[in-house]
């Protein structure tokens, strides 16, 4: 599974819960989006979380 390249954000760990109260386990997925940035080594394609966009820590390559 991939993570973040700024912040390393990726999935956690977290119960569905019913009506019930009956407790599966399930996973809680980042919004992951895989684009080309400029970084130290150059344009780099790498996944980046849509925080990490729009908080602007990231420079597109274009």
């Known amino acids: ?10 999935k956690t760990l977290g119960n569905n819960v019913s009506h019930a109260n009956n407790k599966t386990r399930r996973y809680f997925f980042p919004n992951l989006q895989r684009m080309k940035i400029i970084t130290e080594k150059g344009p780099q394609r790498v996944h980046v979380c849509t925080r ?8 597109k390559a274009v």
């Open 1 to 10: 599974m991939a993570s973040c390249y700024v912040c390393g954000k990726k």
């Open 52 to 59: 990490c966009l729009r908080s602007g820590f990231v420079k």
